[in-house]
T-cell receptor
């Protein structure tokens, strides 16, 4: 019953490293999303994609980029990780009635 | 812009107590409304939804009614269990936005035996 998977549950990286977070969905959804979750702030949208190779900035895109080369895969890239990017990252894909979420990746940048 | 406001937590209550989590929204048009639940260490799961005014969503004993006149979508459960301990998020689906959701800040619920 796997729907949305993320490549890592926990990740520790150093400041300045390039970080890749991978997300795969097996439901043939058109739209995919990357959020970060921080206490007291809820979920904030970083980027989303509505088709292969198509992307749109969300509310907090600074310091991030994304890639969608195949419909099922949506990658979040931290070009140069910083400590303020320590967070929980959640991927989702969209269907008519809502969004399906992956289990999340807890990223710590030291 | 569209926004969601929900009551702050944590909400602590005893098993079998009545739970209410308030959620109000601001939106143009007529959004769909959702409640998601996040259990410790997991991602978000859709709990229930409502797509138009006066719709009632329900699941696992939880209910919420879409109230257009008060722009609210409060979550209720008549008798909570320890297993209901989680963070609950209210969200709205932004109209004509490729399925984007706007989330509230989340409310942590702690149920004690």
């Amino acid at each position: 019953d796997v729907k949305v998977t993320q490549s890592s549950r926990y990740l520790v990286k150093r400041t300045g490293e390039k970080v890749f977070l991978e997300c795969v969905q097996d439901m043939d959804h058109e739209n995919m999303f990357w959020y970060r979750q921080d206490p007291g702030l809820g979920l904030r949208l970083i980027y989303f994609s509505y088709d292969v190779k198509m992307k749109e900035k969300g509310d907090i895109p600074e310091g991030y980029s994304v890639s969608r080369e195949k419909k099922e895969r949506f990658s979040l890239i931290l070009e140069s990780a910083s400590t303020n990017q320590t967070s929980m990252y959640l991927c989702a894909s969209s269907f008519a009635a809502g969004q399906d979420f992956g289990p999340g990746t807890r990223l710590t940048v030291t | 812009g569209d926004s969601v406001t929900q009551m702050e937590g944590p909400v602590t209550l005893s098993e079998e107590a009545f739970l209410t989590i308030n959620c109000t929204y601001t939106a143009t048009g007529y959004p769909s409304l959702f409640w998601y639940v996040q259990y410790p260490g997991e991602g978000l799961q859709l709990l229930l939804k409502a797509t138009k005014a006066d719709d009632k969503g329900s699941n696992k004993g939880f209910e919420a009614t879409y109230r257009k006149e008060t722009t609210s979508f409060h979550l209720e459960k008549g008798s909570v269990q320890v297993s209901d301990s989680a963070v609950y998020f209210c969200a709205l689906r932004i109209t004509d936005s490729w399925g984007k959701l706007q989330f509230g800040a989340g409310t942590q619920v702690v149920v004690t035996p």
